[in-house]
């Protein structure tokens, strides 16, 4: 079976740093991209970005510029999403999902089990 | 602020057909991209429904149908049941931010 399985919550105050991660099984995870998504609370969901744990190429959303930093170790299944200094508006469920389609046509076809950042003093 | 504009709910008698709507624009739907939906319970991760306009990935029933006309598309959720009550999110390519973007969500209630 395919699973993402996603480090868990985490409150942290601001400034802190923090690394969350997402595990792989079921399939052969160096050779799918996988995916970062943000659900504020009560809201919908943003796209954050794209790696390919096989070269560690990765994509950005251009509406996230160097606020996180998105990496993956092939050798572990795991793909990680890192924050340098949170602030409070980092408050949100982070999903990882496995991407698949072509480049412009991606979708995300297994999502990981959600991992819930809390930012407060 | 999405570009993709859902209504924020639907609602049907167990039975029915319900349609939920995702408006785009020439930018994204309007310029060729595929449209996939997921659907999302309370507390818990999304689903895929349907990737490529069209496509059920195995496993969702064929009660869930999805279409594209012009710069919208529409999901389609025939023999409403009480399981169906869930977030239903739209998510297309936009061209003009070169990024991915998600629909602004609808609810489903089932009555």
């Known amino acids: 079976e395919v699973q993402l399985v996603q480090s868990g919550a985490a409150v942290k105050k601001p400034g802190e740093s923090l690394q969350i991660s997402c ?9 799918y991209r996988i995916g970062w998504v943000r659900q504020m609370p009560g809201k919908g969901m943003e796209w954050m ?5 096989d070269d560690s190429g990765t994509t950005y959303s251009p509406s996230l510029p160097g606020q996180v930093t998105i990496s993956a170790d092939k050798s572990i299944s795991t793909a990680f999403l890192r924050w340098s ?9 982070y999903y990882c999902a496995r ?15 959600g991992t819930t950042v809390t930012v407060s003093s | 602020q999405s570009l993709l504009t859902q209504s ?25 991209y595929d449209v996939q939906w ?9 689903r895929l429904l349907i990737y490529a306009n069209t496509n ?17 598309a529409s999901l389609a959720i025939s023999g409403l049941q009480a399981e169906d009550e869930a977030d239903y999110y739209c998510q297309s390519f ?9 629909g602004t969500g609808t609810k489903v209630t089932v009555l």
Do not use: E, H, M
């Open chain 1, 85 to 93: 200094s949170l602030k409070p508006s980092d408050t949100a469920v």
């Open chain 2, 94 to 102: 936009d061209y003009s931010l070169r990024d991915y973007v998600f």
């Open chain 1, 23 to 31: 595990k792989g099984s079921g399939y052969s995870f160096a050779y």
């Open chain 2, 56 to 72: 059920r990935p195995s496993g969702v029933p064929d009660r869930f149908s999805g279409s594209n006309s012009g710069t919208s």
């Open chain 1, 49 to 53: 970005g794209i790696i390919y744990p």
């Open chain 2, 8 to 32: 924020p709910s639907v609602s049907g008698a167990p039975g029915q057909r319900v349609t939920i709507s995702c408006t785009g624009s020439s930018s994204n739907i309007g310029a060729g």
């Open chain 1, 99 to 113: 991407v698949r389609g072509d480049r412009f046509y991606y979708y995300l076809d297994v999502w990981g089990t």
């Open chain 2, 38 to 46: 997921y659907q999302q319970f309370p507390g818990t991760a999304p």
